[in-house]
């Protein structure tokens, strides 16, 4: 998922960060205008979280790996707008230390991971969601369905990204200057393994936590008052 260097031409790498600086500004000024003080801490946490379980691959079918992302959960947290920044950091740090993505190429990988999974995602998860709160079912179910999908278009990308990369820079023999595979090698190889293990991954992780932290800390959702939930051992407690 994440494109490296010598992958995508300076052209199109220049084009992805053209698209992606001005989000940055508006990411930046949505946390500055619209998050709490007290939320600033959430937001440093999931960024480490992203990185964190960026890190664990998972074997994929061909003979690669993918990993999730958690791009969905942190905008159902904190805002898809902040999600941008939060993202930006893991994905950041990847490059700079762990050679994970390439620094050319890290607008690309932004404007994918960081853009366009949490945004659409967010925007399936809220459709599926409608009225309900963090701590019905159906909320997680949302959230497992909005990763699925911002994962796999993310993965969409990327295939696209790299296979147009042979017809928009060859030598005058026809030979490929940066990614060498079409788009009828590309596809197939990010979508089928996404469509499967990744994107069930992903689908995991998103719903698996906000179920946790809908039936245990509902007050770190937006909109949802800062209090404990009331398990039903509490509830026996109580009566």
Excluded at 5 to 22: E, K, R
Excluded at 63 to 68: F, L, N, Q
């Amino acid at each position: 998922m994440h494109i490296p260097d010598g992958y995508i031409s300076p052209h199109t790498s220049g084009i992805f960060y053209i698209l992606t600086f001005p989000l940055w500004i508006l990411s930046f000024r949505r946390i500055r205008n619209n998050l709490g003080q007290h939320r600033v801490p959430l937001l440093a946490l999931l960024a480490a979280f992203s990185f964190l379980i960026m890190m664990f691959n998972i074997p994929l079918p061909g003979g690669t790996t993918g990993h999730a992302v958690g791009g969905v959960l942190v905008a159902i947290l904190i805002g898809p707008w902040p999600a941008i920044t939060v993202l930006t950091l893991a994905l950041a740090v990847q490059a700079l230390f762990f050679g994970d993505g390439g620094l050319i190429t890290l607008g690309a990988n932004v404007f994918n991971l960081g853009v366009v999974m949490p945004m659409v995602g967010y925007l399936v998860f809220r459709a599926v969601a409608g009225r309900t709160r963090p701590t019905e079912r159906r909320y997680a179910v949302a959230a497992a369905i909005g990763g699925y999908a911002g994962i796999n278009l993310a993965a969409l990308l990327v295939a696209i990204e790299l296979g147009i990369q042979p017809i928009l820079h060859h030598m005058p023999d026809g030979t490929p200057l940066y990614c060498p595979y079409t788009l009828h090698v590309t596809l197939p190889a990010m979508l089928v393994p996404h469509l499967t293990v990744g994107g069930l991954a992903e689908a995991l992780v998103t719903g698996g936590v906000v179920a946790f932290l809908g039936r245990y800390h509902p007050g770190l959702f937006p909109g949802e008052a800062e209090q404990p939930a009331v398990t039903e051992q509490h509830r026996d407690g109580i009566q």
